[in-house]
């Protein structure tokens, strides 16, 4: 099966930097890669995915990029600001059907 | 705005009794998702079910879980016995399976079982 892993586990910036977090995955099968953020007491919401046929994604101060050579891609959050502050899990799979996710990543924003 | 509701969103129970937990997928979405979440593991699937059909619970304990859809709005998730080692949040997700991207989380049943 899939296994994805995910680093560094624990990761604080300061406000206005920026945050990188990768994931390596080892099944050539898997074809999307969703990013979600879970917040203290609730469950994960997605904030970006990329697709196989896409190498990068942007959407205002998040962008994924993906290396599907390689098998990794990464998150990227520019300008941290404090509300970044959460839990973000990376994930790899086919659409519809079962995600395999990583062991996450607590991102810390510091005022 | 739709989302997953989950109940109940807290449980006490002690060891031995038997526990439900129960999702409410959103409206028109026809994958749905149980996950376990620790500190230990992160986030495992359990079981998912497409058009109220399993399609892979291998995941889960076989001899102490079981998940259910009895109808379109409603999905099960029971341990019994519950044993002190199945303390943990459990969520559930749903899909609009072929076509979609996306696993909408609900907010997800913290078990605690003493």
């Known amino acids: 099966g899939e296994n994805v892993e995910q680093h560094p586990s624990t990761l604080s910036v300061q406000e206005g930097d920026s945050a990188v977090i990768k994931c390596t995955y080892s099944?050539?099968?898997?074809?999307?890669f969703p990013w979600y953020k879970q917040e203290l007491g609730k469950g994960p919401q997605l904030i970006i995915d990329i697709r196989s046929n896409v190498g990068e994604k942007k959407d205002q101060r998040i962008a994924v990029t993906l290396n599907k050579t390689a098998k990794h891609f990464s998150l990227h959050i520019t300008e941290t600001q404090p509300e970044d502050s959460a839990v973000y899990f990376c994930?790899?799979?086919?659409?519809?059907?079962?995600?395999?996710f990583g062991t996450g990543t607590s991102l810390t924003v510091i005022p | 705005d739709a989302r997953v509701t989950q109940t109940p969103r807290d449980k006490v129970t002690e060891m031995g009794q038997e526990v439900t937990m129960r999702c409410q997928p959103i409206?028109?979405?026809?994958?749905v998702f149980w996950y376990r979440q620790t500190m230990m593991q992160g986030l495992e699937l359990l079981a998912y079910?497409?058009?109220?059909?399993?399609?892979?619970d291998s995941g889960m304990p076989k001899d102490r879980f079981s998940a259910e859809m009895p109808d379109a709005t409603l999905a099960t998730l029971k341990i019994q016995p519950s044993e002190p080692r199945d303390s943990a949040v459990y969520f559930c997700?749903?899909?609009?399976?072929?076509?979609?991207?996306?696993?909408?989380f609900g907010p997800g049943t913290r078990l605690t079982v003493l």
């Open positions: 994930a790899a799979g086919d659409p519809g059907n079962q995600f395999y």
């Open positions: 099944d050539s099968a898997s074809n999307y």
């Open positions: 409206l028109g979405h026809n994958t």
């Open positions: 997700a749903s899909a609009r399976g072929t076509g979609g991207n996306e696993q909408f």
């Open positions: 079910f497409r058009n109220r059909a399993p399609l892979d």
